[in-house]
């Protein structure tokens, strides 16, 4: 069983920033790609970033990117979302995943990102 925790969520006004944590208990993850995903109420939950077992690759949704930094500390079994320049459109529950295999999912609780305009 992989446990995942978000933590670092908040209330922050616009143009701020803030930084995502993603600790991972129960498997060492470093062999896994794992990314950062949000949800609106009401809406589909959406791809932010993603980062390569190794961290030497990442990807962005068009709206984060260069915003948003994904990157990971291995040793720390931990994966992070810096997040810059913050807009009220991102207000929304972030959450933390790994794809251990095409049919195992596991997700983190979410933490609350709320941007004041």
């Known amino acids: 069983q992989v446990q995942l925790v978000e933590s670092g969520g908040g209330l922050v006004q616009a143009g701020g920033s803030l930084r995502l944590s993603c600790a991972a208990s129960?498997?060492?993850?470093?062999?896994?790609?794992m990314g950062w995903f949000r949800q609106a109420p009401g809406k589909e939950r959406e791809f932010v970033a993603g980062?390569?077992?190794?961290?030497?690759?990442?990807s962005y949704a068009d709206s984060v990117k260069g915003r948003f930094t994904i990157s990971r500390d291995n040793v720390k079994n931990t994966v992070y979302l810096q997040m810059n320049s913050l807009k009220p459109e991102d207000t929304v529950v972030y959450y933390c995943?790994?794809?251990?295999?095409?049919?195992?999912?596991?997700w983190g609780q979410g933490t609350q990102v709320t941007v004041s305009s």
């Open positions: 980062i390569s077992g190794s961290g030497g690759y990442t």
């Open positions: 995943n790994v794809r251990i295999n095409i049919v195992r999912d596991y």
């Open positions: 129960g498997r060492t993850l470093s062999s896994y790609a």
